[in-house]
C-alpha cells in the first residue's frame, strides 16, 4: 500500500465551479500536510498547508484534514482557468526531518 | 518567499556522458537541500537528502555511484548524473526547507531541470 494515495485525474470543471481534490494518507505520524500547485514542466509551488486536523482558508482556497479518516482535501471555489494546473499533496513528520511524501499529483482542467 | 534556483534548466546529453545540475539557494542558507526525480504525469519520487559537509543520504533503490550529490556550501548543492542512459531521461527538481524556528519549515523548490539523454 502507498504511504499516500491520490487521484491522478484528469479532472476537467466548467469555470466557476467548485473543486475538490482529495488524498488518503496510511501513516498517522504525519503532521504537516501541504497542498502544491505545479505547471507543465515547472517546480511546485505552496498553496496551503495545515498542522494536524482542522480547515484552513486561503482566498478561494480551503484546505481540510481529518487525520481520524486520515483523509485530506483541497476545495477551490469559483475555479479558473488560471488554475488548471497539477495538485500535489505533500504530507511530512515534525521529528528533525523535513522528508516529505508526496501524492501522485491531480490533474485538473479548468474550461472557459 | 525564499527563491531557489536551478542550472541549467533544460540539457540534452548523448549516452555515457555525465550531466552537473545545481541547486542553490538564492537568499538563505540551506544546510538540507532535497533531489526529487519526476517522470511524466507522475509524483515527485524523493532520490536523495543532500546535506552541507557530509555525505548524502540516498533513498531506497537510488544508486549512489551513479547519481553523485555533493553540498559544499550552504547555498549550492550539486546532483551529477553519471554515465547517463535513455531511462534517466526525467524531470530533476531540488528543494530546500527555510528554518524558522518554531514554525513550520517549509519547502522552497527549484524551477526544475529537464534532462533528456539521446
Known amino acids: 500500500q502507498k504511504e499516500v494515495e491520490q487521484d491522478p485525474g484528469p479532472l476537467s470543471v466548467p469555470e466557476g465551479a467548485i473543486v475538490s481534490l482529495n488524498c488518503t494518507y496510511s501513516?498517522?505520524?504525519?503532521?504537516?500536510f501541504m497542498w502544491y500547485r505545479q505547471y507543465s514542466r515547472k517546480g511546485p509551488e505552496l498553496l496551503m498547508y495545515?498542522?494536524?486536523?482542522g480547515n484552513k482558508e486561503d482566498g478561494r482556497f480551503t484546505a481540510q484534514v481529518d487525520k481520524s479518516s486520515k483523509y485530506i482535501s483541497l476545495f477551490i471555489r469559483d475555479s479558473q482557468p488560471s488554475d488548471s494546473a497539477t495538485y500535489l499533496c505533500?504530507?511530512?513528520?515534525?521529528?528533525?526531518?523535513?522528508?516529505?511524501?508526496f501524492g501522485t499529483g491531480t490533474r485538473l482542467k479548468v474550461l472557459a | 518567499g525564499a527563491v531557489v534556483s536551478q542550472h541549467p534548466s533544460w540539457v540534452i546529453c548523448k549516452s555515457g556522458t555525465s550531466v552537473k545540475i545545481e541547486c542553490r539557494s538564492l537568499?538563505?542558507?540551506?544546510?538540507?537541500m532535497f533531489w526529487y526525480r519526476q517522470f511524466p504525469k507522475q509524483s515527485l519520487m524523493l532520490m536523495a537528502t543532500?546535506?552541507?559537509?557530509?555525505?548524502?543520504?540516498?533513498e531506497q533503490g537510488v544508486e549512489k555511484d551513479k547519481f553523485l550529490i555533493n553540498h559544499a556550501s550552504l547555498t549550492l548543492s550539486t546532483l551529477t548524473v553519471t554515465s547517463a542512459h535513455p531511462e534517466d531521461s526525467s524531470f530533476y527538481i531540488c528543494?530546500?526547507?527555510?528554518?524558522?524556528?518554531?514554525?513550520?519549515?517549509?519547502?522552497?523548490f527549484g524551477p526544475g531541470t529537464r534532462l533528456t539523454v539521446l
Open positions: 505533500a504530507m511530512g513528520r515534525v521529528s528533525g526531518t523535513y522528508k516529505y511524501i
Open positions: 501513516n498517522s505520524a504525519f503532521q504537516y
Open positions: 528543494s530546500a526547507p527555510y528554518d524558522e524556528i518554531d514554525t513550520y519549515n517549509e519547502q522552497f
Open positions: 495545515t498542522y494536524s486536523s
Open positions: 543532500s546535506n552541507e559537509g557530509s555525505k548524502a543520504t540516498y
Open positions: 537568499d538563505f542558507q540551506a544546510t538540507t
